[in-house]
């Protein structure tokens, strides 16, 4: 029995003590990993998060800029409806002005309407002369 307490013993304390070490050795190890995964993790759902938020942030600014653009619209085609009566007002107002022009003064509305011809014809002709030039 003393032959194996001095030969056998020691061993196994030893190989014991070479066993609880590397077992020690991986669970500290095995921690690392786990905490440096948490860690990991935890970045994932912040920059998660913020994406999120920066989505929110992203898609109330594009509703607003919608809304915003959608009242400019309808400001816009409420004045062009407006001009549109205005133009048919002064039309309107032109084609009377000269029936009455006509009819009150015929001889200088006549002259009228030949200086307003040679102007067309003028323009014309530039027109031409410029096409002639540029070919």
């Known amino acids: 029995m003393n ?12 190989g014991f003590i070479t066993a609880f070490m590397c077992i020690a050795f991986g669970a500290k190890k095995m921690y690392r990993k786990i905490k440096s995964l948490e860690g990991l993790l935890e970045s994932e759902r912040l920059v998660k998060e913020t994406l999120r938020k920066e989505n929110a942030l992203a898609f109330n600014l594009k509703e607003s800029v919608e809304n915003e653009l959608g009242l400019k619209l309808k400001e816009a085609q409420t004045a062009i409806k407006s001009m549109d009566e205005d133009i048919l007002l002064l039309q309107k107002s032109n084609e009377m002005n000269e029936a009455e022009f006509k009819s009150s003064q015929p001889e200088i509305y006549d002259l009228k309407m030949k200086l307003i011809e040679s102007q067309n014809t003028i323009s014309r002709l530039k027109g031409q002369l410029q096409q002639q030039t540029v070919a």
């Open 3 to 14: 032959a194996f307490l001095t030969t056998v013993l020691p061993v196994f304390i030893f």
